[in-house]
């Protein structure tokens, strides 16, 4: 009966029996809950005297009474008040009294590394808790000084670290440093985390990261710098990392697809139909190039190839070029494009007239290279 009455009715245990630490505790607590509620959601600065004899009753007849130090630590001063928080931390991380004020406080002092632990502290011990933190962790990922705090943190595994880094995108000032964060784990064993890799880069290249995208991408690929824009084997790799892999489009109407086995874009329409049929961001030096590609069509002879280069940011430059690629091998002297422009889209279209029904073709060996390496 007692161990209801405490929670449940803690006046009543404490009349009915004569020592009941956790009755105590319970009381204080709600006093401290009721201030809270006047303070408009605010923790108080300190209680009253009947509170904290309350808690002092309570840590005396229970000396594992977290939330009883709690409210006795609010009613200290100074330093003593930091010292009975963290004594309460000790006895239970489960204290979310205690957890909000060192917060709180790890904030007013500055103190990043203290602050994101007990953000750890709330989020391992109560999942809820992650709909309120995590959108401030992850804002607070914009500044630099977290960045050591975040790292040291993430080696751990946390057990929120997929939920973290699937927040990222919703905070477009914290990508830079996302994508920073996210270089430094890379060959660490986590294997409970979901990244979110794509996702990440992606973002990165909507909001104009390119520089910081491209890193991410060749650090997460294995991509290795060499003198061509395009490799000749690009069909024949994994397109995970969009926009700098290939992205194909297919609709109703057409289709394409990569066969990774035989290295080929391949391409199914119906006459009548067009758009674009794949594309990717490339970095572009400001020096004429050569285009190679192999077309091979099954049905339908009369179909058109486009591949167009534009900047990947109208706001720097319009200026773009399109050639169009006959049937069999070909290669294409490009002239450098003279713009300020360094990231750009590389696009393939089709367009398949309505004098077939169905068309069929394939492209492969594909590549883009400075002029003078040839």
Known sequence: MAGVTKTRAPDVAISTFAVNGFAYQELAERA???????????????????????????????????????VLALSAKGKKKRKLMQKAVALSRRNSLSN?????????RNNLDD???????NLRVSSASGDALIPVMVQALSD???????????????????RFWSNISAYPASLPNAARLRTSLIGQELSLVQYNDSSLIGNLVR??????????????????????????????????YLPFDWQVVSD????????IQSGTLDINAIG?????????????????????????VQDGDDASVEIKISCSDVQISKESMTVRIKTGENE??????????????????????????????????????????I
């Open 144 to 162: 630099d000084r977290f960045l050591p705090a975040f790292q040291s943190m993430l080696l751990r595994n946390p057990p929120w670290a997929t």
């Open 32 to 70: 401290v809950q009721s201030k809270i509620v006047e303070n408009g959601g605010y923790l108080p600065s300190t209680v009253s005297r009947s509170t904290e004899m309350w808690a002092t009753d309570a840590f005396r007849m229970e000396p594992t009474a977290s939330k009883a130090v709690t």
């Open 115 to 121: 602050l994101l632990s007990f953000y750890d502290i």
């Open 207 to 240: 909001y104009g990261q390119y520089e910081q995208a491209e890193d991410l991408y060749k650090v997460l690929s294995g991509h290795k710098d060499d003198k061509n824009v395009i490799n000749a084997n690009s069909f024949n790799q994994s397109q995970t």
């Open 100 to 108: 909000a004020w060192m917060i709180m406080d790890s904030g007013e």
């Open 332 to 373: 294409l002297v490009l002239p450098s494009l003279n713009s300020e422009c360094v990231f750009h889209w590389f696009t393939i279209s089709g367009d398949f007239p309505s004098g077939f029904d169905q068309y069929n073709l394939s492209i492969k060996n594909i590549s883009l290279k400075r002029s003078k390496t």
């Open 272 to 296: 009548g139909s067009s758009g674009i049929l794949a594309r990717r961001i490339i970095k572009l030096p400001r020096t004429s190039l050569v285009l190679t590609t192999d077309v091979t």
């Open 252 to 259: 109703g109407d057409y289709s394409a697809n990569i066969d």
